[in-house]
């Protein structure tokens, strides 16, 4: 009989996906240009071209076997190196390639770092705000994920309340910084608390509790920040990787686990994930992917538009009055809403053919966020909507 | 901590791929090419050329962002709307796109489709001889996998066996056919036979039962020999898909999960199957990859020289008196041992440098596997090893 826990499933739809098709309908009656879809973090720049004449290249001059064989089940040798050199080189780490495992984008390295150090019944901490989708990526691995408050002064951690959830079942801390939705990076000065903060519960423990860094959005960083590097900081981390949003291949679907080379049984991580892999199907990403990437580990797509997005809409929200923190990073903005109920917020900005995602969803109440990963044309576009329906919701 | 289930199975290496390492360690001492290496079922022969065609020109005229953005989790619609067109031409089925779920091969759509239509604790039966990473793919996923003795006159159902072990748990088949180690391709009896069967239980017990029908040599089929479709027979299939053998692609993982139209809830198994994904991390297979084969769906391989390698290796193993089914299908031949114990067989082989696959991780005991997806040229110089090996350790 059909799985009736997946059958439920379909009824806790995405809100983001939900108000992106309303976008997308709302498109069909006014032309898409007219609507403010500020709902998905799809990317909006191209591939850097290198990477479409590296797969040119390769088609021509690879033999089909070496192309589009099979990977050992660990990932491509010579591509794990060459992750492994370009991560030393750029943070000073100490990586070889055994410690890196290719995977199908963040999603699915965080499903093998998950199912990695823990076991069914840990559970795993996050910090609010925090990306939807951990909910599935954790619960379904048979831990459970459990989400610290935000601290919402400056959206960096919230270290009292961390500390009163924490227990002696927490095996693994999940983090995402550059942070989606909060575009807040976290400083050297947070990572160092959470370190020592962590190292400390080790030894109260006597076990072992892991970061899994999710770093999506690590290479979309703007003007004057400085994004630590999550495992120069604490030994027992899985960095979660993936291409999707710094080259733009959101559908290819290649990112990797790097395994910090002094974590606990390193050598041991990428073989272990390669037999998650057997359960869950996933056997390697793809081989062309593998290698389309590593010919451009030091390239990104031409990120600046994202940086004049976010300044046109931070200055614009701070002159309405809007509470808001200064994005240090990613693509999205994250500013308190007008009133209490951001989900009513949202839906009067509806109106005005603003598309808005409130924050019930990301952990915290209030709030909501712009995915400002589209034209700038259309976000300038955009600023006399936002007036007028903060003018008219609102009063000011 | 690091979890234990996954550490033990690291114990439980793979019997094909030490044997793989140990020929791949053999040819660095006497040449490879002096290895008669029938150990690993890996295509040998290239991807249609239009494949690779199809890719360039995909990079040159799609945007970036229709290229390589993200596909719905449900998969990229024209390419599922193809697949069913093809699907219903060549086997006369009513899928539509709605039926087509993408996935990364055919481990990745067992992955999907066994958690898909059991829940933790069902049984899933398959069939002996049978591919030894049906372990891990069912057995992680909650389900648990038993496995019916073999029927050894022809390889194909033991039904009184398999009548034994039916009980009401049972919540799913997994067969393979054409068959891996057999080559053997299941008959319109045998099929009609098994449909009926499970009709009855069906009825007996109250609940539906799932075929789950593997099939990544669907299109590797001998002269003269008739592949039915496993689907037009029983309603409640899931078709199992990957193009990793019939085009060449294993690195590239591709494939789908096919439900029947016929069985319960056929228009939500792709949209739970996207529900699953979220879980396991797959968030669809690459976009590129998707596109790719839906412009070569009809296309396959070269695939002559597996069935002249099959007619050579049939033809000397029958001289020499073993006892062997003809394959009708696959790369992959499975006579009987000319001794009890099929890895002492094996490792006499070694000594030949003949790499025979031992039956026993196959779950029938006696038996060895070829695979013969290797160039006739090595075929044929490996006869007088094996006639050799025969007559020095049999006395034949």
Known sequence: MINEQYKAMLQGKSVIRQLSEFATERGKEIGYENVFDYSLGNPSVPVPSEFNEGIKEMVDTMSSMELHGYSPSVGIASVKDAIAKSLNERFGMNYTGNHIFPTSGAAGAIAHAVRCVTKPGDEVLTFAPYFPEYNPYI???????????????????????????????????????????????????????????????????????????????????????????????????????????????????????????????????????????????????????????????????????????????????TSLGFEVVKPGGTFYIFPKALEDDAVAFCNKAKDYDLILVPSDSFGVKGYFRMAYCIDTEKVERSLPALRKFVKECYGR
Chains 1, 2 share one sequence.
């Not at 619960?139 to 408050?149: C, D, H, M, Q």
């Not at 910084?177 to 190292?199: F, I």
């Not at 003007?223 to 630590?228: I, K, L, M, S, Y």
């Not at 272990?272 to 451009?296: D, E, K």
């Open 139 to 317: 619960n379904t691995s048979g831990a459970v994920l459990k989400v610290v408050p935000a601290n919402t002064v400056d959206f960096q951690i919230n270290f009292e309340e961390l500390d009163k959830m924490f227990n002696e079942n927490v095996a693994a801390l999940l983090i995402n910084t550059p942070n989606n939705p909060s575009g807040v990076v976290y400083s050297k000065e947070t990572l160092t608390k959470l370190a020592d903060y962590l190292y400390k519960k080790q030894e109260e423990y006597g076990h072992d509790i892991f970061i899994l860094s999710d770093e999506p959005y690590r290479e979309i960083v703007f003007d004057g920040v400085d994004a630590p590097y999550v495992s120069k900081f604490y030994d027992n981390t899985l960095s979660c990787y993936s291409y999707s949003k710094s080259i733009s291949l959101p559908g290819e679907r290649i990112g990797y686990v790097a395994a910090n080379p002094k974590c606990t049984d390193a050598e041991l991580i990428s073989v272990i994930c390669s037999q998650i892999s057997r359960g869950i199907g996933h056997n390697c990403p793809s081989s062309m992917m593998q290698y389309g990437v590593a010919r451009v580990l030091d390239k990104t797509s031409d990120m600046s538009i994202y940086e004049k997005n976010m300044n046109l809409l931070y200055n614009e929200l």
